[in-house]
């Protein structure tokens, strides 16, 4: 084998190396010689010279993502009817199921699950799906009983008796029927996240939007880094003084175009309790492992062979110079270090030049 100064083999590496990164090669002409001095510990008269040991590890690429804490996208939660408001709540309000949302005309205005909106008002003689919802969310608050109550799309006089049990309980009018105004349907429950209206004003134009209940991060990712970022996968998230939090990568939004025609990719990173208000901004560190339990050896030990190929040379005292090239083939790289494939094992020495 013969080293040379192949300026290709940078590129060639470059190409060889998997998931990113650029193993740089090295050649600065050491002597086998010098490299014997080096297994001795003498630098020699020209280079200096060092041995390292070779290495079974994995190989490990970390991205660093910007983040922002947040509770999450802001939605509308509209208010049924056309009285006038009287109470609102506050930003940070947690509202549950059952609980009222605001006040309407000096009346609670209740948090009930379900998907579809209040449309109409609910009383005897009415079917349709928004009925089911109705005495599905009266069973999970436990004013109807889940054994003896008929869970359908028509309204009965079990329907009305549970119903006015709510009302008692919830101290409302209690005349069996909702009206528009006093319940509102909402998936989940929901913390306030902005009110905009004031006491006084229609209830149209309360003007409150609500997130889940939880703190989250939001971040972004480059589309040159997205294979880093996988849904599912562990991360950690460092705060402001520099305390760090598990987190795990929730979802990945549809790429957002900018203005210079980058790309980028939303992110959304849960975690557990994060005590720092809304809009801190972290840092998210995500990793990936490109090589498990690789045999690998810094990258300045790498040389590019005149004759094509890539070799390490290790020292080796059978020899009139004290070392001698050993062929590898190249993998992945990352930190400075470079998976390799051939005659060198995990504890060996190869010299650096």
Do not use: C
């Amino acid at each position: 084998m013969r080293r040379g100064r192949v300026v290709a083999g940078v590129l060639a590496v470059a190409a060889a190396a998997s998931a990113g990164g650029v193993a740089v090669v090295h050649d600065h002409g050491v002597s086998h010689a010098a490299a014997a001095n080096a297994s001795t510990g003498s630098t020699g008269d020209s280079k200096d010279t060092s041995l390292a040991k070779v290495v079974k590890k994995d190989l490990t690429r970390t991205e660093t993502l910007n983040g922002t804490v947040g509770h999450g996208a802001q939605t509308p939660l509209k208010l049924g009817g056309s009285g006038t408001i009287t109470h609102l709540p506050a930003v940070n309000d947690v509202i549950s199921f059952g609980q009222p949302v605001a006040e309407v005309d000096g009346a609670p205005e209740l948090l009930l699950k379900g998907d579809r909106p209040m449309w109409r008002p609910l009383g005897a003689g009415v079917k349709g799906e928004d009925v089911r919802q109705l005495e599905t969310a009266l069973v999970s608050l436990g004013f109807a009983d889940a054994s003896t109550f008929d869970v359908d799309d028509t309204w009965t006089a079990e329907t009305t008796t549970a119903v006015k049990t709510m009302q008692k309980w919830l101290h409302m009018a209690v005349d069996g029927r909702f009206d528009m105004g006093e319940i509102v349907f909402n998936p989940s429950t929901v913390r306030i996240a902005k009110v905009g209206g004031v006491l006084g004003d229609p209830a149209s134009a309360a003007g409150i939007e609500v997130t889940g209940l939880d703190q989250s991060v939001q971040a972004s990712v480059k589309s040159s880094k997205l294979d880093v970022v996988k849904v599912g996968a562990a991360v950690t998230v460092e705060l402001p003084d520099g305390s760090t939090v598990d987190g795990t990568i929730a979802e990945i939004d549809d790429a957002v175009v900018g203005s210079d025609g980058s790309i980028t990719f939303p992110v959304v990173v849960s975690t557990g309790a994060i005590d720092v208000g809304d809009g801190t901004s972290v840092k998210v560190d995500v990793s990936v492992v490109l090589a498990s339990g690789a045999i690998t050896v810094p990258a300045d030990a790498l040389l590019a062979l005149a004759e094509g190929g890539y070799a390490v040379e290790v020292p080796d005292k059978t020899t009139p110079t004290g070392t001698r090239l050993v062929g590898v083939e190249v993998g992945a790289f990352a930190d400075g270090w470079v998976q390799v494939t051939g005659k060198v094992a995990d504890g060996d020495q190869v010299v650096i030049p």
